[in-house]
Nanobody
Framework: VQLQASGGGLVQPGGSLRLSCAASGSIFSINDMAWYRQAPGKQRELVATITSGGSTNYAGSVKGRFTISRDNAKNTVYLQMNSLEPEDTAIYYC?????????????????WGQGTQVTVSS
């Protein structure tokens, strides 16, 4: 199983970016998906989560600016980031808990994507 993140880049303050993360491999089902970020010299922090049913939660610092969504048919999670601020500069990682085809249905495993750099600077 692999999580492949994409969509990062350099953007000016106030700009927008859309991150994508596609899960592939021997997947039976995906439960929660999420985006985390890690800024230089800081610990990794949770940005947003989304359940298989579409319920979402956000960190206070991004609420109202970021939107997490998912396409269950494509095993993909998205993060739409608007009104970006220099403080949003970080490596963004996607995360999923999922059930692999080879595993019993009650066994969930955690997977991380490779990270994509987001830099907000003028």
């Amino acid at each position: 199983v692999q999580l492949q993140a994409s969509g990062g880049g350099l953007v000016q303050p106030g700009g927008s970016l859309r991150l994508s993360c596609a899960a592939s491999g021997s997947i039976f089902s995906i439960n929660d998906m999420a985006w985390y970020r890690q800024a230089p010299g800081k610990q990794r922090e949770l940005v947003a989560t989304i359940t298989s049913g579409g319920s979402t939660n956000y960190a206070g610092s991004v609420k109202g600016r970021f939107t997490i969504s998912r396409d269950n048919a494509k095993n993909t999670v998205y993060l739409q980031m608007n009104s970006l601020e220099p403080e949003d500069t970080a490596i963004y990682y996607c995360y999923a808990t999922l059930n692999r085809i080879q595993m019993p249905r009650n066994i969930l495993q955690q997977y991380w994507g490779q990270g994509t750099q987001v830099t907000v600077s003028s």
